[in-house]
């Protein structure tokens, strides 16, 4: 079994920050990537930023110079600092962890958490 959770989303003001983390835990084997996600009100859910093991960030182009992603490898957890913050950015944000379990160990699949809502507003 494999559990991932989120937590630090909330209310902020536009131009405020926002730290969110997330941990994953339970029978993981290997973690190739961890990663964040955001679906806004009546859109798709799209990538925010991921961090792959042994290689360099992905950002998307609206988030890019005001989020940063980082990793915690040895306790499995992933953060997004959320700096400049807009009202577009007013989303549920997911995390994603791409791992094996001792289970399976050559087969990779997606984890997601059940996600942490930003509300950026005056």
């Known amino acids: 079994q494999v559990q991932v959770v989120e937590s630090g989303g909330g209310l902020v003001q536009p131009g405020g920050s926002l730290r969110l983390s997330c941990a994953a835990s339970g029978s993981i084997f290997s973690m190739k990537s961890m990663g964040w996600y955001r679906q806004a009100p009546g859109k798709e859910r799209e990538l925010v930023a991921t961090?792959?093991?042994?290689?360099?960030?992905n950002y998307a182009d609206s988030v890019k110079g005001r989020f940063t992603i980082s990793r915690d490898n040895g306790k499995n957890t992933v953060y997004l600092q959320m700096n400049s913050l807009k009202s577009e950015d007013t989303a549920v944000y997911y995390c994603?962890?791409?791992?094996?379990?001792?289970?399976?160990?050559?087969?990779?699949?997606?984890?997601w958490g059940k996600g942490t809502l930003v509300t950026v507003s005056s």
């Open positions: 994603n962890a791409l791992l094996s379990t001792y289970l399976n160990a050559n087969h990779y699949l997606d984890y």
């Open positions: 961090l792959p093991s042994g290689a360099s960030t």
